[in-house]
T-cell receptor
Framework: SQTIHQWPATLVQPVGSPLSLECTVE??????LYWYRQAAGRGLQLLFY????GQISSEVPQNLSASRPQDRQFILSSKKLLLSDSGFYLC???WGQGMPDTQYFGPGTRLTVL | QKEVEQNSGPLSVPEGAIASLNCTYS??????FFWYRQYSGKSPELIMF????GDKEDGRFTAQLNKASQYVSLLIRDSQPSDSATYLC?????????????FGSGTRLSIRP
């Protein structure tokens, strides 16, 4: 079976500090990977998705970036955090084929920027 | 702007009754629809998906899709206190190698004993 991991689970960072969140998937190969952000009381906003190693598509302009150095590893980064970057960050994976292409979520990282 | 609209609630339903959650979408190109349940502080978990017009049943849950009206719903029969959560409706668009899912902002459901 497939398992998706995210760490850290909780993070408190000062404004202007860097960020690195990691997501890994087990039990599948060549998955599609996604980063979402959920602000308090809001829906999920797609930030980035990747269909393969080194292939990143950005959905919204922001001070965040994503990388996929390995097939089942997806990293979300920032050089300088803003207050508005606070939120619940969710990584998801899908098979990338078939209908429908269901996405499955990791446990999430709750980020507070002070 | 592709949108998925949900009533934010809260929707309060007595235990044992049927909870009805509704969702509309704006993009007729949306192909599949999903219902996720999200407990407070937790990540969304998939309840079910639907991509054909009509009803799809899975245990106490029934999803309904009407593409002509651009309407999706979720019925929860015999509601239990453990069903109290936020329910996210989502529609997906298939691109060449990936599907983008557009999420609604969710409906808070409260099951009262």
């Amino acid at each position: 079976s497939q398992t998706i991991h995210q760490w850290p689970a909780t993070l408190v960072q000062p404004v202007g500090s860097p960020l690195s969140l990691e997501c890994t998937v087990e039990g599948t190969s060549n998955p599609n990977l996604y980063w979402y952000r959920q602000a308090a009381g809001r829906g999920l906003q797609l930030l980035f998705y990747s269909v393969g190693i080194g292939q990143i598509s950005s959905e919204v302009p922001q001070n965040l970036s994503a990388s996929r150095p390995q097939d089942r590893q997806f990293i979300l980064s920032s050089k300088k955090l803003l207050l508005s970057d606070s939120g619940f960050y969710l990584c998801a994976w899908s098979w990338g084929q078939g209908m429908p292409d269901t996405q499955y979520f990791g446990p999430g990282t709750r980020l507070t920027v002070l | 702007q592709k949108e998925v609209e949900q009533n934010s609630g809260p929707l309060s339903v007595p235990e044992g009754a049927i909870a009805s959650l509704n969702c509309t979408y704006s993009d007729r190109g949306s192909q599949s629809f999903f219902w996720y349940r999200q407990y407070s502080g937790k990540s969304p978990e998939l309840i079910m998906f639907i991509y054909s017009n009509g009803d799809k049943e899975d245990g106490r849950f029934t999803a309904q899709l009407n593409k002509a009206s651009q309407y999706v719903s979720l019925l929860i029969r015999d509601s239990q206190p453990s069903d109290s959560a936020t329910y996210l409706c989502a529609g997906s668009l298939r691109y060449s190698s990936a599907s983008k899912i557009i999420f609604g902002s969710g409906t808070r459901l409260s099951i009262r004993p």
